[in-house]
């Protein structure tokens, strides 16, 4: 059921060695490209990084960017800093979303991590071999999951419920 | 197939005079509330609006606001200013995609419209009765699509194609 699957999508941080084939990644990347964007604009590039090197210099760029090491592709995300960053982060949303959901279709994992800070920002643009405008503030790794891992998880899971979080507008006169 | 109905979703910006129930916008936030966000954070909450006089109000504090005024109903998203507006625009592009995604599962039409300027974005805020940290710069619309319109839409539609967005990382010696 398409809610169930849209609902279920989860982070995967610890990934098989079972490799990602290039037909997959470009079946995500395909759903990713669809995104909608302010104005149509699709700020964005994808740079596709298998490099187990680059992916090990990445993943130290953020403090909760170590699943980029182990997973068998990331997906790095480019945005045009050129566009607003408000509506060029919320389109990068939507078109990572996009991709993790298209990965999550096809039984892959994958999890989201943010460069920070700024330096950090720049470094991974530099290693994607990109420069100003564009900007490599994310980048997602995609893999087969791995059996679940003992302990908890460092983040905190579940949701908060629905009644926390919708709010009423004002009520109107007349 | 999941991955098309991932791909197929497009903005609708014109909507027909059926009502979206209220179990359908319980069932698109129960969707949206599931998206991942830095560390967790859910840095996001949800505002519900069908006052006609509101909506009308709210479409004219954006460019492209206009097609707020004619859907049924608009979640407003208000983002959490305590959290670096990148991770939050980021998150609410991802909480956003869901939601449009599970409104299009549903057989219902949805687009987003950003609030802009600034003094804009105060103003939805207020509107939507939040204060800071809390700030509204997001609407989308929710409704039935009316039959299409003559005419060429003002955004340009398709999509770039995937070999201009992906880009090879450099080569790596050794």
């Given at each position: 059921?398409?809610?169930?699957?849209?609902k279920?999508?989860?982070?995967t941080?610890?990934?098989?060695?079972?490799?990602?084939?290039?037909?997959?990644?470009?079946a995500?990347?395909?759903?990713?490209?669809?995104?909608?964007?302010?104005?149509?604009r699709?700020?964005?590039?994808?740079?596709?990084?298998?490099?187990q090197?680059?992916?090990?210099?990445?993943?130290?760029?953020?403090?909760?960017?170590?699943?980029?090491a182990?997973?068998?592709?990331?997906?790095?995300l480019?945005?045009?800093?050129?566009?607003?960053?408000?509506?060029?982060?919320?389109?990068?949303?939507?078109?990572a979303?996009?991709?993790?959901?298209?990965?999550?279709?096809?039984?892959?994992?994958?999890?989201?991590?943010?460069?920070?800070?700024?330096?950090?920002?720049?470094?991974?643009?530099?290693?994607?071999?990109?420069?100003?405008?564009?900007r490599?503030?994310?980048?997602?790794?995609?893999?087969?999951p791995?059996?679940p891992?003992?302990?908890?998880?460092?983040?905190?899971q579940?949701?908060?419920?629905l009644?926390d979080l919708?709010?009423?507008p004002?009520?109107r006169d007349?």
């Amino acid at each position: 059921m398409s809610l169930e699957l849209i609902k279920g999508l989860r982070a995967t941080r610890v990934f098989s060695d079972v490799p990602v084939g290039r037909e997959q990644v470009r079946a995500v990347l395909e759903v990713a490209r669809w995104a909608g964007s302010a104005r149509n604009r699709q700020p964005w590039r994808f740079v596709v990084v298998r490099d187990q090197g680059l992916l090990r210099e990445l993943s130290v760029l953020g403090a909760y960017a170590g699943h980029l090491a182990g997973a068998s592709v990331v997906v790095l995300l480019a945005v045009d800093g050129t566009v607003s960053a408000d509506d060029a982060e919320f389109d990068a949303g939507r078109a990572a979303q996009n991709l993790m959901l298209a990965a999550h279709a096809l039984g892959l994992g994958s999890c989201p991590a943010s460069f920070f800070p700024a330096v950090n920002v720049r470094a991974a643009t530099e290693l994607a071999g990109l420069r100003e405008p564009w900007r490599v503030r994310t980048g997602i790794s995609l893999g087969y999951p791995a059996p679940p891992l003992q302990g908890s998880p460092a983040i905190p899971q579940g949701r908060l419920p629905l009644s926390d979080l919708v709010i009423e507008p004002p009520q109107r006169d007349g």
